[in-house]
C-alpha cells in the first residue's frame, strides 16, 4: 500500500478527518507547521532518476518513506489511482508483496528523492 501523499502545508489547509487520518498513517502528525512523532529509521538513500524513466509493475524493497527533494513523478497502484508527486511530498511505501507499484518520472527534469527504510517492518 502506498499512502496519499500530503505536505504539512496541505493537511493544515484542509483540516479534516480524511486528510488527519493520513497524516497519521504516514506517521506525521501535523500542528501548527511543526511535525512530530519519531519514526525509527535504519539510515538514509539519495537516489536519483531521469526524466521519463518507468519503473513497470513492482514491489517496494521494504517499508520506507520515500520523500521527493526535486523532480516530478506519478505512482499508480493497484486498481488504477495515479498518485502525483513533487517536491516536499512524503510517501510511505508499504506495498513489498503483492502487484506492486509502478513508478514514473514526469516532467523534463531527474526526480531526487531521500528514502528513509524504517526499522519496524512489521507493519504496525
Known amino acids: 500500500m502506498i499512502v496519499d501523499s500530503l505536505t504539512c502545508e496541505e493537511a493544515l489547509d484542509e483540516i479534516d478527518s480524511n486528510v488527519v487520518s493520513h497524516c497519521w498513517a504516514a506517521g506525521l502528525v501535523c500542528v501548527s507547521g511543526d511535525i512530530f512523532k519519531m519514526m525509527m529509521t535504519t539510515g538514509a538513500e539519495l537516489h536519483r532518476a531521469p526524466a521519463g524513466r518507468v519503473s513497470d ?68
Do not use: F, M, N
Open 57 to 124: 509493475w513492482h514491489t517496494a524493497p521494504r517499508r520506507q518513506y520515500v520523500i521527493t527533494l526535486s523532480g516530478y513523478g506519478e505512482l499508480e497502484v493497484a486498481g488504477g489511482k495515479k498518485i502525483a508527486v513533487g517536491p516536499g511530498h512524503i510517501e510511505l511505501v508499504e506495498d513489498t508483496t503483492g502487484k506492486g507499484h509502478i513508478t514514473r518520472v514526469t516532467g523534463t527534469e531527474e526526480r531526487v528523492t531521500l528514502q528513509l527504510p524504517l526499522t519496524d517492518q512489521s507493519g504496525r
